[in-house]
């Protein structure tokens, strides 16, 4: 896999984006990467029409460049984005009350205070009862924010390091979270009736196999022993009993749910393949293996669009 540049360092990520000269073999291409998707199936009124309202809330302007080079030419589900950008919280709450149908905000923790962002965090969920909106958190500094404790105590959609910031893993981020976002749109007036209709919570079923990651690590760092023949079973974890049973009895007809079964068998294999690697101590870098780029990852993102897509076809 080619490794892809961070935000580390914004400015030398701006320098290699806007030159022609950047070499494939230690950068993306942010021209492919972003390229938009096939819009054939949509007419140009409808495109302008819709488009998806995303906030940007970073107090280093060099974050808002290269942010904005890289979604410019995003679409998703054939739409284009639209961005607003604010500089602290403050600005940002002046930014949602204008533009209340915000579909995702990227949003800096440390800026004009130390806890500022999950301070916006508490402002949109509990204050203004937004429970729509999709909140990424984007931090460079984790020791004010570690994602364990922020998952916990507030209510987010993804976590994300500067540090592991990449072209890929802006472009995955945004387009889960904007997705989400249009399924909490179209089951917005019928409460709770899709997840009884599914017969098993989408959020729950989500943050299950994200944890993966987080158990794998722990084993790792223990040396404790994973039964990696049962992680390879696809019909234990609650999302596999379901789709094993009243999944395969309601929907499997449907080629959003044939499309999830094999999306979910793939991360069950691949993970299986990371803990047998753990019990034998082959890994010398079990954070390369399980960061954002890594095979394991791409997979427990593709089980969660799985998800994602399926809920969104039955509510239509």
Request: proline residues 3%; aromatic residues 6%.
């Amino acid at each position: 896999m080619i490794d892809t540049p961070t935000l580390q360092q914004p400015r030398a990520l701006l320098a290699c984006a806007t030159t022609s000269v950047c070499s494939a073999s230690d950068s993306d291409n942010f021209t492919n990467l972003f390229a938009q998707e096939s819009t054939a199936s949509q007419s140009p009124t409808a495109a302008i029409e819709h488009r998806w309202k995303v906030l940007l809330v970073d107090d280093e302007d060099d974050m808002h460049t290269v942010l904005h080079m890289a979604l410019k030419d995003m679409e998703v589900e054939g739409f284009p984005l639209e961005l607003y950008d604010a500089r602290s919280a403050d600005e940002a709450k002046k930014v949602l009350a204008e533009h209340p149908d915000i579909s995702l905000i990227l949003l800096d923790v440390v800026m004009e205070t130390e806890m500022a962002g999950l301070s916006l965090v508490t402002h949109v969920r509990q204050e203004i009862c937004n429970r729509m909106v999709q909140i990424v958190l984007v931090t460079g500094q984790p020791g004010y924010a570690q994602e364990h404790e922020v998952r916990a105590d507030y209510d987010i959609n993804g976590y994300r390091l500067k540090s592991e910031l990449t072209a890929y893993n802006i472009y995955t981020s945004v387009s889960l979270a904007l997705r989400a976002y249009q399924t909490l749109r179209s089951v917005k007036d019928q409460r709770c009736e899709p997840v009884e209709q599914v017969n098993i919570c989408l959020d729950d079923a989500i943050e299950a196999h994200r944890q993966w990651r987080e158990k794998l690590k722990v084993a790792a760092a223990t040396g404790e022993p994973l039964d990696a023949a049962s992680l390879r079973r696809n019909d234990c974890c609650d999302l596999g009993k379901w789709i094993h049973a009243k999944g395969r009895q309601l929907y499997g007809s449907k080629p959003e749910f044939v499309k999830l079964m094999a999306r979910h068998n793939d991360f069950h294999l691949v993970a299986s393949m990371v803990a047998n690697s753990i019990n034998d101590r082959e890994y010398t870098d079990l954070q390369k293996v399980l960061n954002g780029n890594s095979q394991f990852a791409q997979a427990s993102i593709d089980v969660e669009t799985a998800v994602m897509t399926l809920k969104f076809s039955l509510s239509n």
